[in-house]
C-alpha cells in the first residue's frame, strides 16, 4: 500500500470504508463532510439513475456546507468572533469535532479545499432496488430475496471541481451499451462535475436460516444497500463475483483513480 498523503479533498460520506479505500490508494481528504440527503428511489427510476442522483446530489450539499464553512472562516479572520454561525458546522463524528482526519482543527489547511468526492452504492435483484432496510424484518427479507441468487450492485463516484459541468459512465464489464454505458456531457456555471458509474454482478449462495438469523443477530446488515456488507462476514456468502470488488464495498477504486488523476490529485 502507498504512503497515505493528505489532499485537497473533501469526502462527503462518513462511510469507514470508504475512507479506507481511499487510503489504499494513498489519499486522506482533508476534510470529511458526511451530508443527509433522502435516499428514496424515484417512481421507476432505474438504479443507475437512482445512483447517480444520489451520488450528485451528495456533492452539492457537501459543496454547499464547504461554502458555508469557508464563508464562517473568512468572517472569523475578519474579526466577526460569531463566525455568522454557532455549534458544529463540519457535519463532522463528536469524536472529530472537525470532520478532519488530520486532527486539524480549521478542516481547510491554507484554504486549499477545492474538491468534493461523493459515492452512492445500490443493489438490485429481480428488477428491484433494495436501499438500506428500515429494520431486521426488512434485512432479513432481503438476504431471503438474494439468497441462491445473482443481483447486481450499482456504484456511482462523483468529484465536483470549480470549472464546468461533465458527465461520464463506466460501461458494464465485458458489453458496451445499455444500462452502464454510454456518455453524457452538459455544463452548469462554475463547477466541474465527472462522474463513473460501475455495475458489478453478484452470486449468492444458498442461505440456511440460521445463517441469516445469525447474520441479522450481528447487526453487520444496519446502513447497508441491501442488506449486507461483503467487507464483513457476508463474504462468505458471496459464491461469485464479476466486477468491482470495492464498488461493492462502497467506492470504485479503479473510477475513482480515474477521476483524481484527471485533477491531478493523484
Known sequence: MPAVCEAPLVLASRSPQRLALLARLGMAPSLILPVDIDEAALRKETARALVSRLALAKASAARE????RQAQSKSLANGDPSGGKSGNPSGGKSGNPSGNPSGNPSGNPSGRISHVLAADTAVVCSRRILGKPRNAQQASEFLEMLSGRRHQVWSAVVLASPKGWQESSTQR????????????????????????VRMTRVAFKRLMQKEIEDYIASKEWQGSAGAYRIQGFAEAFVRSLNGSYSAVVGLPLFETRQLLVSQNLL
Do not use: N, P, Y
Not at 65 to 68: F, H, M, P, S
Open 65 to 68: 456546507q464547504l461554502g458555508k
Open 173 to 196: 464489464d465485458g458489453e458496451g451499451g445499455g444500462e452502464g454505458g454510454g456518455k453524457k456531457t452538459g455544463r452548469t456555471a462554475g463547477e466541474e462535475t465527472r462522474i463513473r
